[in-house]
């Protein structure tokens, strides 16, 4: 395998080296910049034409524009705006290899200012686009659009973020902004909360929305008085693809992937059921209907009645796994109803993946001597089907009314085998995990932007829905302890490892059944006016948005145990026959369900909030955005312990100013300073009286009220600083310089519980703090050679420390210990090439994280930390004709380690010489697929940038 790697990475180098020569031959480029002719300011949005040509390209925030790769001859040059006078310059002459400088003014055409009407629909998926709306914002904001998107052969919108300065993934689907953990972020899609369908965790999870549905990805990494008040690393806005008229395409995706270590290798599954191909077999796994608690109130064969009604699906099948498969189809158009144009996004999508790892892992004593050894063998079947509507109707005033519509129906169905080893490596315990989790999302959005008073006002407001379930019925575990072969010729045994008869323990030989539902209703509305005061112009800006959450979780857990009068031999069964129903009566295993009242609760959560801001002009070249952001909060949990109720009910309220300060030295460059303060609530998860099992790392996990109910979380509130330096050297280009410094009160942080086995919970710290720096590149090679002008490179890093300060009430193996989650480094680096007639396209990617702590030690625990690992990723798009194109791609080349070590040591030196908990590599991944275009677009109007 190596070898084939080996030869493919040559051939992409070789592959570079002559499109790069190519490049250089017959065409050249045209530059230059365009400014108002009276005022000298810059056109912003002006379109420049090669006229009887398709070649044209948008002007800049400082009216500049570039159009790349013109065959070499002599042109006319036709530049438009919106309410100026077109202008046409002719005998433009291009030479091979060169760059022709023509640059112009724009006269206000007068004729034309009071009736002109907008009706185009500004594209915001380019790479220009983007850039523009990070530069005109007032905050500090980093993105990615879907035309990077595109050259990254990224599968979903988690592996398309980790391209942004300064995020990270964590478990292939959440993020952590500037090293800090997925609860200190926030993630808006298409303007409203997104919905979670995680029970134990805050975050959004990215891998629901297939990269082929973004239009671009949004970090806003410091407050403002119109962004929500709950985050401190980032606020995270995904927006889907939206209609753009005029543009008429039927695009259809199909790949396949091929995983080393499981594609044609062993992989094993449980019995399929009806649905499972689509992701919807959970329903075909829950209990029966009218199952009920199996309580002290029914007689024994009652319960046994009602047992054997429960499917023997605890057996394992072997196949070999599939190539995986991925299909995608897009349609964008636009129709007429009673004269009004509406157009009109359709997508579709499906995945169809497998994995399968063998990890180790390992336990040791307080010294750091390995005591338990494991070796799992985890085939997973992932299922994705997703889809999108959205529509779009232009208003004459120039505003817009807008439809949206995400699905998103996702399968998990995974199967664990862990082979327990003692200290002479010797077999001596067999355990079982089976189950399938089915996650559905759904949001809809009704969404309106209008303009009045000549464009002096604007007025945007959404209401919004939002659906998540998370659906995880019959997870089942089954325990052995295992005797091995004697040297007499004794076989192997293995005796299955269930409590005394009654007693339900659901983690060595049960089932459980969890559900989730969590609806969402969100709207919000804001207005900003602008008015001229002593000759500047400045903005007001007013709003609000309110939400409700409410949430609802049940479990319900079954155990087997053998009855007094059983029989003992049952006990030795294999696991695919063990609990069959003919095993279920006086003489065999009875039924017991664990009737604990916290498998259940009810929450819900209201929160309004209003802002208001002024973005104040102080001098030629200075603004100032600042104002303040009231949010109220109400948080109700409802449940029960030990049989006696439990709620809570806290409402807060805070008001959180902010101020962001921009100096603008150039129409190129500028200096950006901020503070803003910003909530870190609880989640419903974390203040739950409800605890779970995590059978991956045998521990179990606590919410805070069910150890502690009378005193709930505190909200944690953070003090935020920003400095960015800007330089924008020409359209598509930038650089970004910044450093940044958080501090924490009452953080919440994942702590241990001091019980006879590892546990965790959730509990206040006194303080924290965060700081570092950052560095955002986007630039093209021009500057070395002419030659090397197709050839562009992205670059970011961010470095970070960070340290939490615990109370003497919290036990943890290093008092004054870095962010739980939180990475002293990320990088991130690409090169891109494409030919001049965009027929090749190739890019090599690379990404590393700095070492995190995924869980918080105790006094005798140390810090588990997850250790870096470098990735390669490489692609190549070859464009066959005008409809069809062939894309391939190589993921993660170098394939190294996920290791997860501790530090016994004690030197805060995190390497691969510590003692690992748990290590296994995930295989390079190939790809390989094909884009059709079924339909040409149409080029009778140029769409604005």
Do not use: C
Request: proline fraction near 4%; aromatic fraction near 10%.
């Amino acid at each position: 395998m190596e070898n084939a790697i080996t030869r493919i990475l040559f051939a992409l180098l070789l592959s570079f080296a002559t499109l790069v020569a190519a490049a250089a031959q017959g065409t050249g480029s045209i530059k230059g910049t365009f400014k108002d002719g009276a005022t000298q300011e810059a056109i912003i949005g002006g379109t420049v034409l090669l006229e009887n040509t398709t070649m044209a390209g948008p002007t800049g925030v400082d009216g500049s524009y570039s159009l790349e790769r013109v065959p070499v001859g002599v042109y006319t040059l036709v530049v438009s705006s919106v309410s100026y006078k077109t202008v046409r310059m002719e005998k433009i002459a291009v030479a091979a290899g060169k760059t022709t400088v023509v640059d112009g003014q724009l006269l206000a055409d007068s004729k034309a200012l009071d009736e002109v009407v907008v009706t185009g629909v500004r594209r915001t998926n380019t790479e220009v686009s983007v850039i523009n709306e990070i530069r005109q914002a007032s905050v500090v904001v980093s993105g990615i659009s879907s035309e990077q998107i595109v050259k990254t052969q990224d599968r979903d919108a988690a592996e398309v973020v980790r391209r942004i300065p300064g995020v990270t993934i964590v478990d292939n689907r959440f993020i952590q902004v500037r090293g800090l953990s997925d609860r200190y972020n926030t993630v808006w899609l298409n303007d409203v909360s997104a919905p979670s369908s995680e029970t134990d965790r805050k975050s959004f999870s990215f891998d629901i929305v297939p990269s082929s549905l973004l239009d671009r990805v949004l970090v806003f990494k410091d407050p403002s008085p119109e962004l929500p008040g709950d985050f401190a690393g980032g606020l995270v806005k995904v927006y889907l693809r939206k209609p753009v008229f005029n543009e008429k395409l039927l695009t259809v995706n199909y790949s396949t992937g091929f995983r080393d270590g499981t594609t044609g290798h062993d992989f094993f599954t449980d019995k399929t059921q009806a649905g499972d191909a689509l992701g919807f077999g959970a329903v075909k796994r829950e209990l029966p209907n009218g199952f009920p608690q199996l309580s002290s109130a029914y007689q024994q064969y009652e319960r046994d009645f009602y047992a054997r009604q429960l499917d023997n699906n605890f057996a394992i099948y072997k196949m070999k796994a599939m190539p995986d498969m991925r299909f995608n189809l897009s349609y964008l158009d636009q129709f007429n109803i009673a004269g009004l144009e509406i157009g009109s996004v359709t997508s579709l999508n499906y995945t169809n993946a497998y994995t399968h790892f063998n990890i180790n892992r390992n336990l040791f004593d307080v010294d750091g001597a390995r005591t338990d050894q494991f070796k799992d063998d985890q085939s997973t079947n992932n299922v994705r089907l997703g889809a999108i509507q959205n529509f779009s109707l232009q208003l004459a005033d120039g505003g817009r009314l807008e439809f949206r519509n995400l699905f998103s129906q996702q399968a998990r169905n995974q199967q664990v085998t862990r082979e327990g080893l003692d200290d002479q490596s010797v077999l001596n315990r067999r355990s079982y995990q089976s189950g399938y989790q089915g996650r559905t999302t759904y949001t809809s959005q009704l969404a309106g932007t209008h303009v009045f008073n000549k464009e002096k006002t604007h007025f945007d407001w959404v209401g919004g829905y939002g659906y998540s379930s998370r659906n995880e019925p019959d997870l089942r575990r089954v325990s052995y302890q295992v005797t091995p072969a004697a040297g007499d010729g004794r076989p192997e045994t293995q005796t299955v490892l269930t409590p005394a008869a009654g007693q339900v323990d659901a983690n060595n030989a049960g089932r459980l059944y969890q559900k989730l539902d969590e609806h969402i209703f969100t709207a919000t509305a804001n207005a900003k006016h602008k008015v001229s005061v002593a000759d500047r112009e400045m903005e007001i800006a007013a709003g609000t948005y309110l939400e409700y959450r409410k949430r609802s979780f049940n479990a319900r857990a079954l155990g087997y145990s053998l009855n007094a009068g059983g029989l003992q031999g049952l006990r030795n069964e294999n696991v695919g026959n063990i609990f069959s129903p003919q095993n279920i009566g006086s003489d065999g295993f009875r039924v017991d369900e664990d009737l604990n009242s916290t498998y259940h609760y009810g929450a819900s959560n209201e929160l309004e909030a209003a802002y208001l801001s002024v973005n104040l002009p102080l001098g030629e070249n200075t603004k100032l955005l600042t104002g303040a952001r009231y949010e109220r909060n109400v948080q109700s949990i409802a449940t029960g312990i030990n049989g006696q109720p439990v709620t809570q009910d806290v409402t807060t309220n805070f008001v959180l100013p902010s101020a962001n300060l921009s100096y603008n030295f150039s129409t190129k460059s500028l200096l950006r300073a901020s503070y803003g303060r910003t909530l870190n609530r609880p989640e419903f998860r974390e203040a739950a009286p409800f605890f779970y099992y995590d059978f991956d790392f045998n521990v179990l996990n606590y919410g805070s009220l069910y150890l502690k109910p009378d005193s709930p979380l505190k909200v944690a509130t953070i003090d935020n600083f920003d400095l960015r330096y800007e330089l924008y050297p020409s359209t598509g280009e930038l650089i970004h310089v910044g450093a940044f410094y958080k501090n924490f009160t009452n953080p919440i942080e994942n702590v241990v519980v001091l019980t006879s086995n590892l546990a965790y919970t959730f509990a206040n710290a006194p303080s924290a703090y965060a700081f570092g720096v950052e560095l955002d590149l986007k630039k093209d090679l021009t500057f070395v050679s002419e030659g090397l002008k197709n050839l562009s490179v992205v670059f970011n890093a961010s470095l970070i420390k960070s340290q939490v300060t615990l109370g003497n009430d919290i036990v943890a193996w290093n008092k004054k210990r870095a962010l739980q989650g939180q990475s002293p480094y990320v990088y991130n680096g690409g090169l891109y090439f494409q030919t001049p007639d965009n027929s090749w396209q190739v890019a090599a990617l690379y990404n590393v994280f700095g070492p995190r702590i995924l869980f918080a030690g105790s006094d005798q625990y140390p810090d588990v930390v997850e250790l870096p690992r470098h990735t390669i990723d490489l692609s190549l798009t070859k464009t066959l004709s005008s409809r069809l194109s062939l894309n391939a791609g190589i993921q993660d080349v170098l394939n190294q380690q996920t290791n997860l070590v501790q530090d016994y040591g004690n030197d805060r030196k995190y390497t691969a010489a510590d003692p690992s908990l748990t290590n296994f590599r995930r295989g390079t991944y190939y790809t390989l697929g094909l884009r059709l275009n079924l339909e040409p677009r149409s080029t009778a109007t140029t769409p604005l940038p």
